[in-house]
């Protein structure tokens, strides 16, 4: 499954350059012109990566930054900040409110890329490795084979894509909305009951070596992949 990185930036030459290369490194993007935007792709589907410019019109980007920073479904979101400004206090403020990285403009695109690559690196392994680990359960996204417990696991591919991106968040939890717009994509219709379906389905493949059941249902908010 494709990292999914929300590019914040009112320069539409600047977004649609960084949208470009973003997609040529095998990303799935979004772009937000504005803060109101921006805030409102966050809601409807939590990237895994953004990249914010700090100068946005509406909400600026440092406000943003501090509001995703309060929300527990979005306080760990990687955050590159994006600015003209130079000046070390200007650095230091936005890393202070929650940044990750901080890179100027004019940008090298290839340094930028790098950064990117760094941060989900540092803060997201499992989504720049093959082989994703959460408790007893390997997952290897080259072979799409899935092991419990040093036993093999049979899933079909929906349910192996389920289960892949439960293990890039684990403990996260997902409402079933969330989780359609994840794994089936947002341009698909799928009834949100379906998801009920290959959770049942998932589970029950997880269990079939024994063991317990790694798939949490939290009453009224979805489902998460314990990690304990």
Same mark, same amino acid.
């Given at each position: 499954m494709k990292p999914f990185i929300v590019i914040a930036e009112d320069e539409q030459a600047v977004s649609e350059l960084l949208r470009y290369n973003l997609e040529a490194e095998g990303y799935e993007t979004a772009i937000a012109n504005d803060g109101d935007e921006a805030m409102l792709l966050i809601d409807e589907r939590i990237p895994d990566l953004m990249l914010l410019d700090w100068m946005l019109p509406k909400i600026s980007g440092i406000e943003i930054c501090r509001r995703v920073r309060t929300r527990q479904e979005t306080a760990n979101l990687p955050i590159i900040m994006l600015t003209a400004r130079t000046e070390e206090a200007d650095r230091i403020r936005g890393l202070e409110t929650g940044a990750d990285d901080y890179v100027t403009k004019p940008f090298s695109t290839n340094e930028l890329m790098a950064r990117v690559k760094a941060v989900l690196r540092r803060i997201r392994p499992a989504l720049m490795d093959d082989r994703i680990e959460v408790g @007893?359960?390997?997952? #290897?996204?080259?072979?799409?084979?899935?092991?419990?417990?040093?036993?093999?696991?049979?899933?079909?591919?929906?349910?192996?894509?389920?289960?892949?991106?439960?293990? &890039?968040?684990?403990?996260? !939890?997902?409402?079933?909305? &969330?989780?359609? @717009?994840?794994?089936?994509? =947002? @341009?698909?219709?799928?009834?949100?009951?379906? !998801? #009920?379906?290959?959770?049942?389905?998932?589970?029950?493949?997880?269990? =079939? &070596?024994?063991?317990?059941?790694?798939?949490?249902? !939290?009453?009224?908010?979805?489902?998460?992949?314990?990690v304990d």
């Open positions: @007893d359960i390997q997952i #290897d996204r080259s072979t799409h084979s899935v092991m419990r417990g040093g036993k093999d696991i049979h899933l079909g591919p929906t349910e192996f894509r389920l289960l892949e991106y439960f293990a &890039q968040h684990p403990g996260r !939890v997902f409402s079933r909305e &969330q989780l359609l @717009d994840g794994v089936w994509g =947002s @341009d698909v219709y799928v009834e949100a009951r379906t !998801v #009920d379906v290959h959770i049942g389905r998932l589970r029950k493949a997880l269990m =079939s &070596q024994g063991g317990n059941n790694p798939i949490r249902t !939290v009453r009224s908010a979805g489902y998460s992949l314990r």
